[in-house]
T-cell receptor
Framework: KAGVTQTPRYLIKTRGQQVTLSCSPI?????VSWYQQTPGQGLQFLFE???????NKGNFPGRFSGRQFSNSRSEMNVSTLELGDSALYLC????????????FGPGTRLTVL | AQTVTQSQPEMSVQEAETVTLSCTYD???????LFWYKQPPSRQMILVIR??????QNATENRFSVNFQKAAKSFSLKISDSQLGDTAMYFC?????????????FGKGTHLIIQP
């Protein structure tokens, strides 16, 4: 079974631009969670999607949004990029929303200049 | 809100030694899950071990075992016969009763270095 895939793996943007990151979960998994990892704040929960619905969101501004498609693939979008958005963005796949099993993808490294 | 604290930013041991990583947490929930994740230089997060709070028996996975003290809210990871490939960041994480919908709460991590 293929693991979680994230694209692109690396991305460089400039302040003010917007970016879209993609995550394909493990086949059969219906829940996708997103996390941001920075040296200063560590790993923080962004949001979780299940059955195309956002179930929960962490403490992030409205510039951070996401969506999930009927095939469970998820995208997250960050608008009006700031320097502080530079981070490793990790996606995690779970069989269902209440599952305690989360399988992580390799991450997307976003650099904002 | 729950918090997870890892008090050891970095640890270094010799190959084949046993090492214990500390983790404490704070929560008002009675049913929850605790995890140790490993993040090697590749940045891929790998689940090392999982503990369900309602289970009194400590989880073990080959060379990895935990010491779960629910009353003390302590969840340490013991790595026996450490290997060079164990060098990585180790994160302690908490998940509440809501499961994935609530997300994982991570500690700041411990950088473990295994010396040859």
């Amino acid at each position: 079974k293929a693991g979680v895939t994230q694209t692109p793996r690396y991305l460089i943007k400039t302040r003010g631009q917007q970016v879209t990151l993609s995550c394909s979960p493990i086949s059969g998994h219906r829940s996708v969670s997103w996390y941001q990892q920075t040296p200063g704040q560590g790993l923080q929960f962004l949001f979780e999607y299940f059955s195309e619905t956002q179930r929960n969101k962490g403490n992030f501004p409205g510039r951070f949004s996401g969506r999930q498609f009927s095939n469970s693939r998820s995208e997250m979008n960050v608008s009006t990029l700031e320097l502080g958005d530079s981070a490793l963005y990790l996606c995690a796949s779970s069989p269902w929303t209440a599952s305690n099993e989360q399988f992580f993808g390799p991450g997307t490294r976003l650099t904002v200049l | 809100a729950q918090t997870v604290t890892q008090s050891q930013p970095e640890m270094s041991v010799q190959e084949a030694e046993t090492v214990t990583l500390s983790c404490t947490y704070d929560t008002s929930e009675s049913n929850y899950y605790l995890f140790w994740y490993k993040q090697p230089p590749s940045r891929q997060m790998i689940l090392v071990i999982r503990q369900e709070a309602y289970k009194q028996q400590n989880a073990t996975e080959n060379r990895f075992s935990v010491n779960f003290q629910k009353a003390a809210k302590s969840f340490s990871l013991k790595i026996s016969d450490s290997q060079l490939g164990d060098t990585a960041m180790y994160f302690c994480a908490f998940m509440g009763e809501g499961g994935g919908a609530d997300g994982l709460t991570f500690g700041k991590g411990t950088h473990l270095i295994i010396q040859p």
